[in-house]
């Protein structure tokens, strides 16, 4: 806890997630403000997923994904790893010591995240409420991020309001690859793994699953839901391909509303690729008539 303690100054908890805190810190050295993500580790396969979440964040550089910056454990067996009280050196020690560590079941202690701090996020975005020109702006750029991680073999698998970031200029920044998977490039393999596996052994890593993320996230961009209730009817309403809210008898079929729906299409071979859905909300965009069609209608 030596390096963390010495040289940040803990601010606010921003929140707690499935494993851990995420707090505000300032680093004496730039004087600048970090979220520090916090997992306390006690087992093997702890230390295993909070690693992954690691080396997916290490690989995605990009203007709208969340900023890593480094990470370090502090173990509770080895009180000297993650200090920075052993010289230049420190970082290759703290790895091998972590390397070590990781052989033996009992590994024990908190693996901190240094990443980029972002002020606000897409839930309290939608919430406040989203102009129209904001909406394909930030949709845009979230369609940018995605295809990136895409590119680099990762599904993101936890594309959802609360994990989409938003930094101090509003700029879009993805973040939370708790569960992100690397996708098995090998073809051949998934067309025998199709075949062969039993239907309830869960999939392979699938980036068209980030894809239906997507559709409902351009729905809720567009379509404000007042209530937590109707949010549950008319959210549940599109996952089930349908545009009518029963309740409401509400017809949703304006054109982002036709586009989210294929987003979401049952069959994942169905949903579009992320260059055609860009280049179908780029034209939605550039319409002067958009803004009439957005409008649902009364059945
Ligand atoms: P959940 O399972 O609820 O999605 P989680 O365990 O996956 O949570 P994160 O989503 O990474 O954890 O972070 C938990 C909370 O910490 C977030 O909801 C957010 O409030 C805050 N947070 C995380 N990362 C940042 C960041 N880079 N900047 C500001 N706040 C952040
Ligand atoms: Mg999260
Ligand atoms: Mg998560």
């Known amino acids: 806890e030596l390096r963390y303690t010495h040289v940040f100054e803990e601010g606010e908890l921003l929140g707690w997630g499935g494993y851990g805190s995420v707090v505000s810190s300032e680093y004496f050295i730039d004087g600048q403000k970090y979220a520090i993500k916090k997992v306390p580790i006690d087992g093997r396969t702890l230390y295993e997923d909070a690693r992954r979440e690691v080396q997916v964040l290490a690989l995605l550089k990009h203007p709208h994904i969340v900023q890593y910056y480094t990470a370090w454990f502090v173990s509770d067996i080895h009180g000297k790893m993650g200090s920075d ?4 050196d420190s970082a290759t020690e703290v790895a091998a010591a972590a390397a070590a560590a ?16 972002c002020e606000s996020d897409l839930a309290k975005l939608i919430d406040r409420g989203v102009g129209e020109e904001e909406g394909y702006r930030i949709f845009l750029e979230i369609l940018e991020g995605v295809s990136f991680i895409h ?3 990762i599904v993101h ?4 309001p609360k994990n989409i970031f938003l930094d101090k200029n509003n700029r879009v920044k993805i973040g939370d690859f708790g569960i992100a998977k690397f996708v098995e490039r090998n073809e051949l393999s998934q067309v025998g793994f199709e075949y062969y596996s039993a239907p309830e052994i869960p999939c392979q890593p699938d980036p068209r699953s980030d894809i239906f993320s997507l559709g409902i996230i351009l729905f809720e961009l567009f379509h404000e839901l007042k209530t937590g ?7 549940n309403m599109l996952r089930d391909s349908k545009l009518t809210d029963p309740e409401r008898k509400v017809q949703y079929d304006g054109p982002i509303a036709k586009l989210a729906l294929k987003l979401v299409h049952k069959n ?6 992320i260059n055609w859905i860009r280049d179908q909300v780029k034209e939605l965009s550039d319409d002067p008539w958009s803004r009439l069609k957005l409008v649902s209608s009364s059945c």
């Open 229 to 235: 209730h109707e949010r549950y009817t008319v959210l």
């Open 102 to 117: 990781s052989e033996i079941e009992t590994i024990r202690g908190c693996l901190y995240i240094q990443q980029e701090f």
């Open 157 to 160: 698998g936890d594309l959802a």
């Open 268 to 273: 994942p071979t169905e949903r579009p690729e």
């Open 151 to 153: 590119s680099q073999g």
């Open 85 to 88: 009280s052993t010289g230049p």
